[in-house]
């Protein structure tokens, strides 16, 4: 089936277009330079920035897709979870579109959507799949037996999420935002074994697959704040190296437990912070020792992107999900165990 893929939850305007699970067109206009000046995400402002790009971004995807409009067999838009402002452009947008041009319309998950966009780049996801999802909102590990209806959470951050620690480190750090990619730079030339950081919730009778990231959070502000106070120069290539791999360590070992204790020989690494090239290459040598499979898409497809709502979308079609209808709303809190929202059916 041929899709076009809505996403606007958070700073990203994407629209992807795919056909079944080969990608043909993903644009992106993003408001993240705007949002740099204010050290995070502000959501008034990422509302009309969807706006004035919604309609443009479209056009521009039909256009790299080389398709028409009249072809689609479906338009895909992510109905949550994210900032409800932002999320209620994309959905409109998609309403509109879906009755204009006669087509069903599918309100999905982003949280599956980042699982489901691997399909692009590896084919079709075994099933069940294991999913570690680490995003700017989201650290969780998921059971996926069919990514259209079934998505069961097997642990979850308790505090912050994955992509919220490097950013507030990048942030006490002075290094900008986001700052999960300056990091990932910085990391590159410094020490990871250079300063002991706490991994959270590792302990013989902490929760197997919950993850916690506020401690080490703190341990490292205060460890920065104690180098200035002694009048020291801080590394920061040492302090970003040790920080990333504290966070990776725990992600990589819980994934792998959980892959094992499920059976489950396959794991998909989705959401921005797959995008971190330690988290990476770590998960590939423990997976590999482990004897697990592991997916992880570009970097460019992990990040939030409209290709990966229309993977989704296309999945849907071809499983013979029900459509929503034109009642569909944005819902910012949508849990990750709703991949699609379906509508009443009285009709
Ligand atoms: P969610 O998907 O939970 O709604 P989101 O959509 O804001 O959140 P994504 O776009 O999926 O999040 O990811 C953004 C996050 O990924 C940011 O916190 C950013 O710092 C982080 N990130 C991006 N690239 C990297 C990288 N190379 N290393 C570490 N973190 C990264
Ligand atoms: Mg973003
Ligand atoms: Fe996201």
């Avoid at 002075?174 to 959270?200: K, M, S, W």
């Avoid at 959070?217 to 801080?234: D, L, M, N, Q, Y």
Wanted: with cysteine; aromatic share 4%.
């Amino acid at each position: 089936p041929l899709v076009l893929g809505i996403e606007t939850s958070c700073d990203e305007t994407g629209v992807g277009i795919v056909r079944g699970t080969t990608l043909l067109a993903d644009a992106v206009a993003s408001s993240v330079d705007t949002h740099a000046r204010f050290g995070g995400v502000v959501p008034e402002i990422a509302s009309r920035a969807h706006l004035e790009a919604m309609v443009p971004t479209i056009e521009r995807a039909l256009e790299q897709a080389g398709v028409s409009a009249r072809d689609l067999d479906g338009i895909a838009v992510t109905a949550g979870p994210g900032l409800a402002g932002a999320l209620l452009v994309g959905v409109s947008a998609a309403k509109a579109y879906a009755f204009a041009l006669d087509k069903p319309l599918y309100g999905v998950n982003h949280l599956a959507s980042h699982i489901c966009v691997d399909q692009l780049e590896h084919g079709p996801l075994p099933e069940p799949t294991m999913a570690l999802l680490v995003s700017g909102g989201h650290s969780s590990l998921l059971l996926a037996p069919d990514i259209t209806s079934d998505v069961r959470p097997m642990g979850a951050t308790i505090d912050d999420a994955a992509g919220e620690a490097f950013d507030k480190i990048a942030r006490v750090l002075d290094l900008g935002f986001p700052g999960g990619p300056v990091i990932d730079r910085l990391a590159r030339e410094g020490d990871p074994a250079a300063i002991a950081f706490p991994r959270g919730l590792s302990g013989p009778r902490d929760p197997a697959y919950d993850f916690s990231f506020s401690g080490l959070k703190t341990a490292v502000a205060r460890w920065i704040e104690a180098k200035r106070a002694a009048g020291e120069e801080v590394p920061v290539r040492d302090v970003a190296a040790s920080f990333q791999e504290a966070v990776v360590d725990v992600l990589t070992r819980k994934a792998v437990r959980a892959c094992k204790d499920q059976g489950v020989d396959h794991l998909m690494i989705g959401g921005g912070v797959a995008a971190n090239s330690r988290l990476r290459a770590l998960a590939e040598e423990r997976c590999e020792r482990a004897g697990i499979r592991l997916r992880v898409p570009r970097p460019g497809l992990c990040t939030d992107n409209g290709a990966m709502v229309a993977a989704l979308g296309a999945e849907m079609v071809a499983r013979n999900r029900p459509a929503s209808d034109l009642e569909l709303s944005a819902d910012s809190s949508l849990p990750v165990t709703d991949p699609h929202v379906p509508g009443n059916h009285d009709h």
